[in-house]
């Protein structure tokens, strides 16, 4: 029998949480509260490891491998998903509350009121906080690309694994049941129609920055090539609709990088910055996650202020960087800084994850895609050879 998807398994979840929340007693719904209660100490118990897991080793091996090719391609990659995420925030602040006016999860100053509680609670302290696992990542990361030091990087590249599988064990295929249980709760709490309908606008949203940060990015590099940016957008297309069905730019390399060769970029340019940008290049997430936040935030009557979110971007920019080739990754990467920067409780996260995961495949999408423009950019700044000359030879006697 063939597996379900992430994706369907989460849209399950939700419609069947909306639906069995309206009729359900009350012991039901507070059986998977009490789930909820434990999953959510799991998770802020995880927190601190996947984000020295995945941030200590991505800081080592940019360090290590320093060189003009990666230099450029890492901080065009971190520009582009800092300017997706400032795009987001400023029409999503603009048009969101415009949108959604008049409605709120809230008629209390407390919105976890309207949920039913567990039966118990099993207490997970984390390890150390969320804070101190940033600080001690950045200072660790730096510190192994500083010393070159191959014990301590073949340590953390383990470890790294360690949480991968966490995730993907342990996280991954919990989050349709924990995100069953929390719209369960909420319909059985009077609050779904507010929440179903921030869902639609905010997708419908997600989706209309996605194309314009595609159609920013491709007309960029087709400026610089002196190419028409559609025919190079339309070029790539094919890896945009294989994320859809993978939900991993790791996964859909192979089939970005063999798009993006069948533009005039140089081979060599196109095998370096591929799978890097698979890895460090996220902006399709960023916008969806700034997006998504926003919508989160205004359901529970959160700041949502320049000043508070300019940190949280910025810190994005390199978090994001971490995410692993997991589908539902970059979330997971930034629940950390979304819970310490922006004030988000459980119940925040956990619309939040479900917010993010409903459309995950199409943020997954756009990085790739987008990964096909930047390594253009990256194609037009660096310096070609005498191989180089040869293949883009060949390339223009196909292409006449």
Not at 10 to 18: D, E, K, N, T
């Amino acid at each position: 029998m063939k597996r379900i998807g992430l994706l369907p398994r989460i849209l399950l979840a939700i419609i069947l949480g909306l639906i069995l929340g309206n009729f359900m007693p009350e012991w039901f719904v507070r059986a998977f509260a009490t789930f909820n209660g434990i999953f959510n100490n799991y998770l802020s118990f995880v927190i601190p490891f996947i984000i020295i897991g995945f941030i200590v080793p991505g800081i080592a091996n940019m360090g290590r491998n320093a060189g003009k090719m990666l230099g450029l391609s890492t901080a065009l990659a971190y520009v582009s998903t800092f300017l997706a995420g400032l795009l987001a925030f400023f029409v999503g602040s603009w048009l969101l509350p415009i949108m959604t006016k008049g409605q709120s999860f809230q008629t209390t100053d407390n919105p976890e009121e309207f949920l039913q509680s567990g039966f118990f609670e099993v207490a997970m302290p984390p390890l150390m906080e969320v804070t101190t696992a940033l600080i001690f990542a950045f200072v660790i990361g730096i510190g192994i690309a500083s010393i070159k030091g191959n014990v301590l990087q073949d340590a953390f590249d383990e470890f790294q694994k360690i949480v991968e599988k966490v995730i993907t064990v342990t996280i991954i295929p919990l989050l349709p049941f924990h995100i069953f249980g929390v719209f369960q709760n909420m319909t059985y709490g009077g609050q779904v129609v507010n929440i179903l309908s921030i869902f639609l606008k905010v997708f419908v949203l997600i989706i209309a920055l996605h194309i314009t940060i595609l159609l920013i990015q491709y007309t960029t590099a087709g400026t610089l090539h002196k190419q028409n940016p559609f025919k190079l957008l339309k070029t790539v297309l094919p890896a945009y609709f294989t994320a859809i069905g993978t939900q991993s730019s790791s996964a859909t390399i192979p089939v970005t990088l063999a798009s993006v060769k069948k533009t005039t970029i140089r081979e060599r340019v196109a095998d370096f910055c591929v799978p890097l940008f698979a890895t460090i290049h996220l902006s399709g997430s960023a916008i969806t996650l700034v997006t998504c936040s926003l919508g989160v935030l205004l359901l529970s009557g959160g700041d949502i202020s320049f000043s508070a979110y300019l940190p949280f971007i910025l810190m994005l920019g390199v978090t994001l960087v971490a995410a692993p080739g997991v589908p539902g990754g970059a979330v997971m990467a930034a629940i950390g800084i979304m819970e310490v920067m922006l004030g988000f409780n459980e119940t925040m996260l956990s619309l939040m994850i479900a917010l993010y995961l409903a459309q995950d495949s199409f943020g997954t999408a756009t990085n790739v895609t987008g990964d096909g423009a930047l390594s253009l950019i990256v194609d037009k700044f660096t310096k070609k050879d005498k191989n180089d000359e040869g293949d883009e030879t060949d390339k223009n006697a196909q292409l006449v």
